[in-house]
């Protein structure tokens, strides 16, 4: 019997290694997902170009890229707006909690929504879709870099006979009114837990939020979110 045992023992044991993480280990919400985001939030003066050795000064152009957050009822996501962008005009980030993964719904210069699905990993947020009519594969990718200061979005494409994909174009920024150097997180935003750069009041109390969207949903229920940001900062002593 204690044989049964051990040997019963060591094969639950093997299979608690071998199973896949359950999905509660990874984030609870979609705003808590979509955290993970948060230094994407702010200002940012780009100059994009094509991938090439030596693009010419005329194939160069400048944007400004203004991501927020946005919120209805338990329902949260991000906007990006492009000023001036040759080829994006705006966007809405999404996290899918029934499929994990992360949703881009895109609008380009001609007005068209295209939608791409994808994951973060490594930093990286990597973006796909299939064009319905040319079986095309298309991929955004945006990371951040320089500690945080400067955020790049790239675009590729892939045709439907080749296996390798093509590099287009790229577009780095700078967040504005930020150098290069290292910039480190001192005020929270009470609605996202990002860097606070906006002051809002209530009861006397000053808070700070990242973005427009931010001070919209704090204004609309300040006493649910200074509740829940003191409850945080409660939680960490």
Known sequence: MKRQATLLAGVLAVAS?????????????VKESL???????????????????????????????????????DDAW????????????????????????YQLTAVDKKDRKVVFDGELKD?????????????EAQR???????????????????????TLFIKDYQVACTKEGESLGKQEKKIECVVSGGLGTIPVSFKGETFY????????????????????????KAGKK
């Open 140 to 162: 955004l990718t945006m990371n951040l870099a320089g500690d945080g200061a400067r955020f790049i979005y790239r675009y590729s494409h892939k045709p439907a006979d080749r």
């Open 17 to 29: 290694l071998t199973q896949p993480a359950r999905a509660d280990d990874g984030p609870k919400t």
């Open 35 to 73: 955290q993970a985001l948060n230094d994407f939030i702010g200002a940012w003066k780009g100059s994009g170009a094509p991938e090439k050795a030596r693009p010419t000064a005329s194939e160069i152009w400048s944007e400004t890229v203004n991501w927020g957050w946005r919120f209805k009822g």
């Open 209 to 232: 939020v990242c973005c427009s969207g931010c001070k919209d949903a704090f204004h609309e229920n300040p006493e649910k979110y200074v509740a829940e940001f003191k409850a945080k």
């Open 78 to 101: 991000l906007t990006m707006e492009v000023k001036n962008g040759k080829y994006l005009k705006s966007g809405e980030l999404r996290y899918l909690t029934d499929k994990k993964h």
């Open 123 to 135: 930093g990286y947020l990597t973006l796909d879709r299939v064009d319905p009519t040319s079986n």
